[in-house]
């Protein structure tokens, strides 16, 4: 049995799989909006309830259309002389962005006082900004509620000024895709203005940097260094264990993706990452026994890549099915009286 298994999960685990994807918890969770009462009509044919009733649905074309068109005078005796609502934000929005519109600024600042939350927030913001000078609503982030628990923070902020100014050219350097220049400046005069914590959560960023653009040898070096106080730097073992497999030292490979997997505030998708890989590399160092405990880490975390990949492999089936289950009209009727499902549901009307 414990050969069947070596031998199932080192063909898996060897086939077409030679390059690691960074799985980051997408972070998010979406920006909720208050319930807010909306009129919802009766069901139609199709057994679900409408937003809009065909009046308002022709009048809406109609503002639609007009938005487009830049005719903010239209727009505004339109929806004066409507009774629903529910999509006003939407077609001001449009209005004001229309290549013809003449929008002031006055008008942007008062939409983002009211729909910060709506998806051309970012847009109007923007184009306030070129308008003119004066307070404005920030733009509400557009994210997107994941199955995975929240995990450390990969890059939290740095404790100090002077520690702030030092991170902050570090990020240049690397955004600028000079890891070296980050690497040689972190290591010199950036070491005075930081504490450990900081120090170290840097050098894995550093060490992402330099194995990203192929330099493995020096982020493996980093890395490792970083993974010596790993509760600072949370992504340095999977930096080093990646490096470590390029460069097929497969026994510290496995024993970085083995510690990361291991730790307890891991995001899911990182845990079942570190989980996979480390299987894998464990197998590549000639030490199977150890790949069925991690494959079982990754399998813990079914709702990712990874966590899917060793169920498989394992013989599991995944917890969950992908049948689309029924809508019951009374569960719409309930769920169509909060404003942001309203607006939805009224668009794709």
Not at 13 to 40: I, S, Y
Not at 119 to 138: C, F, R, T, V, W
Not at 184 to 203: C, F, I, R, V
């Amino acid at each position: 049995m414990a050969l069947a298994f070596r031998g199932l999960v080192a063909l898996a685990l060897g086939l077409g799989l030679t390059t690691a994807a960074m799985a980051q918890d997408a972070a998010v969770e979406m920006a909720a909006e208050a319930p807010e009462e909306v009129p919802v009509k009766a069901a139609g044919k199709s057994g679900l309830a409408r937003v809009l009733s065909p009046s308002d649905f022709a009048a809406y074309k109609q503002l639609f259309k007009q938005a487009s068109d830049g005719d903010l005078a239209g727009v505004e005796a339109g929806l004066s002389a409507l009774k629903n609502k529910t999509l006003a934000g939407h077609v001001w929005a449009r209005a004001y962005l229309a290549p013809k519109s003449t929008t002031s600024f006055e008008q942007l600042q008062g939409w983002l006082q009211k729909y910060a939350n709506y998806p051309e927030a970012a847009q109007i913001y923007k184009l306030a900004q070129s308008k003119g000078s004066g307070p404005l609503n920030d733009p509400e982030r557009r994210i997107i509620r994941g199955g995975t628990e929240d995990g450390p923070d990969m890059t939290s902020d740095i404790e100090t000024s002077a520690g702030s100014a030092a991170a902050r050219k570090v990020r240049s350097f690397l955004k600028a895709g000079q890891a070296g220049e980050a690497q040689q400046y972190l290591l010199g005069e950036g070491t005075s203005a930081l504490g450990p914590k900081d120090y170290n959560q840097l050098l894995a960023e550093v060490a992402g940097g330099l194995y990203y653009s192929g330099r493995d040898q020096a982020a493996y070096q980093l890395a490792a260094k970083a993974a010596a106080e790993r509760d600072h730097a949370p992504l340095a073992d999977w930096i080093a264990g990646l490096s470590a497999w390029r460069l097929q030292d497969y026994a510290s490979a496995a024993k970085h993706f083995d510690y990361m997997a291991n730790q307890p505030d891991m995001t899911s998708w990182l845990k079942s990452a570190a989980g996979f890989w480390g299987a894998r590399a464990s197998i590549a160092a000639r030490q199977p026994h150890r790949a069925r405990a991690l494959l079982e880490i990754a399998a813990s975390k079914p709702r990712t890549f990874y966590g899917l990949m060793a169920m498989r492999i394992l013989g599991q089936r995944a917890p969950f099915t992908w049948t689309e289950p029924t809508l019951e009209a009374r569960s719409f009727q309930r769920v169509s009286k909060v404003s942001g499902v309203a607006r939805a549901v009224a668009l794709a009307q």
